[in-house]
């Protein structure tokens, strides 16, 4: 038999922009073998299997470049929830926090630091990880060692950086001294030699150790990020990520902000390698992503290449009966939070103690906006932010209080009801006009990351639905190109995010009119029986990893197919 698969009758959109089309694609081994057009007679051939993907789209497996999946690959496998998403390679490592570069001793604070940024318990990764590196590239041979499914390439992290070279020092504000810098370029160095994919940074003060201090590197001078783009230049290889300081303690010019701007381009033209940098729009700056777009347009015009990467969708923090509620200040709220293992939902069941959450939630009130809350609908999860479904609208509709009309909906779903409070990208007018200019890419999804507060690994489904499918915003084409090859392509990946004669055979087979994206749910699998919110999908008949099928019509099927991504 010439293929191991055919996948035949499919409409092959394949990552490069260009028009869909009617093919057979042959697979061989790992890679792609032929894509032939239906009008030319397709596929005469046979294989050790055939794939019917007659209706269906067949597309590049999806790269998702923003995750922080660190420590969940050591206990899930499978990639979880981005594999039911149509995602096949992914990047972690990102905002400046990794375990590698590590030494023994550093292990608990970089686990502690990782769960006050990025919201993963730290007992889980102490646990759960196998600990058995001190340089990055014995962490990236470790992760190399375990089964996955998915394609995972990594970022070292400028906090591991600074805490493995100055310790305790990494914390200042101070700027380092040479000999730290040179330390620091050189385990970066042996980074990028073993095949990282690049460095990150956080300048945010929004990204804290426990005790509340920004974490390092926060304050480095930019001589010690242009050391790290030397390194960049000499491998010829790599991108530098950053949660970026923009906007903030800004004054109205943006000053601050445009000279952070300007430290990126100067970081892409001394390293010749891109930059890429999160950037949302926040109901509190309602301009601020524009004006930070103008400025990379500035940089990219004298020679960097810059690239913002935003969400498809609000960034929500969910409310539910297990995680958190609008009221957990009220006393009998608290208590509620309290209870574990299925007795929340028995508590608010019963009448008196119900009436007492009502009662004491009037008295206490909550500090959040309700008309900012919006319930997400029975079925698929809506996330457009419609004033009628606002928490606000819901109670004054039913003519009770915004608790009461919580209680009521928590019962109506038997605990399942969930909640959305975006805090960035609140406005979806301002992501349309982000994605509708180029530079920007899809990222931030954050798999791995905040898993008690938010779920936003959904993006895929959501972009593909939402954006394209019911607002035919974009065409199809453009839309899968910027889930594959674009983000594929900016952060060095190769072979990947095509459907081409010699590519990875990655690959997803869509019903796209059936795809779905229900609620998220909470689900406590994590180590330690820690909790997190997943969410689900329908509508991917086939994801393939490598020339294996890794998912079909949803479920895993036992195959771990997963590889690193190398930048060398």
Known sequence: MKYDIIIRNGLVVDGTGVLGRRADVGVVGDRIGEVVDLDDGGLDATARRELDAEGRLVTPGFVDIHTHFDAQLAWDPLGTPSCWHGVTSVVMGNCGVTFAPCRPADRAILAEMMESVEDI?????????????????????????????????????????????????????????????????????????????????????????????????????????????????????????????????????????????????????????????????????????????????????????????????????????????????????????????????????????????????????????????????????????????????????????????????????????????????????????????????????????HVSQIMDASQPTFFLTHWIRERRRWSIEDAVRRLTSDTADLFGIRNRGRLVPGSFADVNIIDFDGLFLPQPEYVSDLPNGAGRYVQGSSGYDYTLVNGYVFMEHGEHTGVLAGRMLRSN
């Open 121 to 449: 318990p730290s007992d889980a990764i102490l646990d759960g990880l196998a600990w058995d590196w001190d340089t990055y590239g014995e962490y990236y041979d470790s992760v190399d060692r375990l089964a996955k499914g998915l394609n995972t390439g990594g970022l070292v992290g400028h906090s591991a950086l600074r805490t493995y070279v100055m310790g305790e020092r990494g914390l200042d504000d101070a700027p380092a001294s040479g000999d730290d810098i040179a330390a620091m370029a050189r385990l970066v160095d042996e980074a990028m030699a073993a095949g990282a994919l690049g460095v990150s940074t956080s300048r945010t003060l929004m990204h804290r150790v426990p005790d509340g201090r920004p974490i390092p590197g926060t304050f480095a001078a930019a001589d010690e990020l242009l050391a790290f783009a030397e390194v960049l230049r000499e491998h010829g290889a790599g991108i530098f990520e950053g949660a970026m300081r923009l906007g903030e303690r800004d004054n109205a010019a943006l000053d601050h902000t445009r000279a952070e701007v300007a430290l990126m381009g100067e970081l892409s033209r001394r390293s010749g390698r891109p930059v890429s940098f999160g950037l949302t729009q926040s109901n509190r700056r309602p301009d601020l992503y524009e004006r930070v777009i103008g400025f990379v347009h500035e940089e990219n015009a004298a020679g960097g290449i810059v690239r913002p990467q935003t969400t498809a969708r609000g960034v929500g923090i969910l409310f539910g009966l297990e995680t958190r509620t609008p009221f957990d200040r009220a006393p009998s709220w608290k208590d509620l939070r309290a209870a574990h293992n299925g007795r929340r939902l028995q508590m608010v069941r019963d009448a008196t103690f119900r009436q007492t959450l009502i009662n004491e939630a009037d008295v206490h009130g909550t500090p959040l906006d309700l008309a900012e809350i919006f319930v997400l609908p029975p079925g698929e999860a809506c996330y457009d932010c419609d004033p009628e479904q606002s928490l606000a609208s819901i109670a004054s509709a039913r003519g009770v209080s915004p608790a009461a009309a919580f209680i009521e909906l928590i019962l109506e779903t038997d605990g399942a009801v969930v909640a959305n409070m975006p805090f960035l990208n609140q406005d979806l007018a301002a992501v349309e006009a982000m994605l509708d200019d180029p530079l920007v890419t899809l990222g931030l999804a954050d798999a791995g990351a």
